[in-house]
């Protein structure tokens, strides 16, 4: 089930901004295959401000050093509804792909299985930070 918001989300530039990196929104893994092109979803922009929804799988690439011999750097991060991202896994080397690849699986069966309404917690309630929900039941006078 598709979570019909998004969040203001700082995706990170991995690696040198001269050198390839990519970001990408993933959203299916094809367990036949050990490289990049293992992990289906849409790219999204680094080193900025992009517009994801919360529980989505962000696959981020970037490589520094020489065009002959990159080092490659590759991270895994789950979005937060509170607009922001918790590192999941990461990997460097060539072997990147294959490294992450079941993590991702993973990650992926793990936000399938995840109820977005539970007891009246409906998405536009998912905005707010528990911080923000507790002020909110403690000026209310509850507990």
């Given at each position: 089930m598709e979570v019909p918001f998004t969040v203001a989300v700082e995706i990170p530039l991995v690696?040198?901004?001269?050198?390839?990196?990519w970001a990408k929104k993933v959203t299916n893994v094809d367990d036949s295959l050990a490289t990049g092109w293992a992990f289906d979803g849409d790219f999204i922009a680094t080193g900025g401000i992009q517009d994801v929804e919360p529980g989505s799988v962000v696959l981020v690439y970037g490589e520094k050093g020489s065009r002959a011999n990159p080092a490659i750097e590759a991270r895994v991060y789950?979005?937060?509804?509170?607009a922001t991202l918790s590192?999941?896994?990461?990997?460097r080397g060539r072997a990147w792909a294959r490294t992450?690849?079941?993590?991702?699986?993973?990650?992926?069966?793990?936000?399938?299985?995840a109820p977005i309404e539970h007891l009246g917690w409906t998405?536009?309630?998912?905005r707010y930070s528990d911080e923000a929900i507790n002020e909110e039941v403690r000026r209310r006078g509850l507990s």
């Open positions: 690696g040198d901004e001269r050198r390839k990196n789950t979005v937060n509804s509170d590192l999941r896994a990461s990997a992450l690849r079941d993590s991702i699986e993973d990650l992926l069966a793990e936000a399938d299985d998405p536009d309630l998912l």
